[in-house]
């Protein structure tokens, strides 16, 4: 079965870096597309950036744009969101997705049909 683990998160001052992975098993990882998802406490789950299968497209959402880079290493079957500049409402359960396709639909949960448990990112002011 499809499985996607993330790691990477943990607390950060606001300003500071943080890189995460996911790395996805029991799929031919390059056929796919794969995004970030985020939500905070009491809050929707918020696309974050969505990456084509051979990485030769990325998106990514305004409140990112900048300071986040989504990219994937197909060989490791992982895909990595470098996340600089943070602040402190990027504070979120940080989730990895697996879609059929990349389109202008990726920014919509209900492209996907996997996704991770999350890695936790606090970022302190």
């Known amino acids: 079965q499809v499985q996607l683990v993330e790691s990477g998160g943990g607390l950060v001052q606001a300003g500071g870096s943080l890189r995460l992975s996911c790395a996805a098993s029991g799929l031919t990882f390059s056929n796919y597309a794969m995004g970030w998802f985020r939500q905070a406490p009491g809050k929707e789950r918020e696309f974050v950036a969505a990456?084509?299968?051979?990485?030769?497209?990325?998106s990514y959402a305004e409140s990112v744009k900048g300071r986040f880079t989504i990219s994937r290493d197909n060989a490791k079957n992982t895909v990595y969101l470098q996340m600089n500049t943070l602040r402190p409402e990027d504070t979120a359960v940080y989730s990895c997705a697996v879609a059929s396709t990349y389109s202008s639909r990726n920014y919509l949960p209900t492209a996907y049909d996997y996704w991770g448990q999350g890695t936790q990112v606090a970022v302190s002011s």
């Open positions: 990456i084509s299968r051979l990485a030769v497209s990325t």
